[in-house]
């Protein structure tokens, strides 16, 4: 056989025929790569409540009822550079019972929030940071109470709610 011949029967065996399209042998026709994405950790708003303590009970001496307590707690926020540019953390009291009871007179009870010396209105910081921490203050105003005998002995319950809220422009 000669030269011609053989590289004419090699290059016709080197060609492949597939769906009316053809490529030699030796084309590339597919690749592949791997890759990783990191995903970013979730951002979460939580409450440290071991320091939230109460002393002694809500009425002055020689009281029914009436008067205030104050304590502590801290609002965690992990990941706090994903929300601080465009939200506050908004503190709310929230299933506000006597004995698992409705209270008998709910505007006589205040419960409100401060950071340090600041009183939040409405419950809002808007000064988010990693760790922040902030007072509860309940407060019982003996004047707006009807009959100091519903509140005898009773105890008064609630749940603290953090929330991330969006800020207000």
């Known amino acids: 056989m000669k030269v011609k011949a ?10 492949v025929t597939t769906a009316g399209v053809s490529y030699a042998a030796w084309d590339k ?8 994405i990191n995903m970013a950790t979730a951002t979460t708003v939580s409450i ?8 002694g009970s809500l009425a ?4 029914t009822v009436g008067g205030s307590q104050t304590s502590g707690f801290d609002v965690n926020v992990v990941n706090v550079d994903n929300l601080k540019d465009d939200k506050n953390i908004t503190l709310t009291a ?10 008998p007179d709910a505007d006589a009870l ?5 950071e340090g010396e600041n009183v939040l209105t409405n419950g809002v910081d808007t000064t988010m940071e990693a760790k922040n921490t902030y007072t509860v203050e309940v407060s019982l105003d003996a004047d707006k109470v009807a ?9 008064l319950s609630f749940t603290i709610k953090a929330e991330a809220t969006n800020k207000v422009v």
């Open 48 to 55: 440290d409540a071991t320091n939230l303590n109460w002393s």
């Open 6 to 15: 053989l590289l004419s029967v090699l290059a016709a065996g080197a060609i």
């Open 147 to 155: 009959d100091a005998s519903l509140y005898a002995g009773k105890a």
């Open 110 to 114: 205040t419960i409100s929030f401060k």
């Open 29 to 36: 026709t597919s690749d592949e790569a791997s890759t990783t």
């Open 94 to 103: 929230t299933d506000v019972k006597l004995d698992g009871a409705a209270l």
């Open 60 to 63: 002055p001496a020689g009281s």
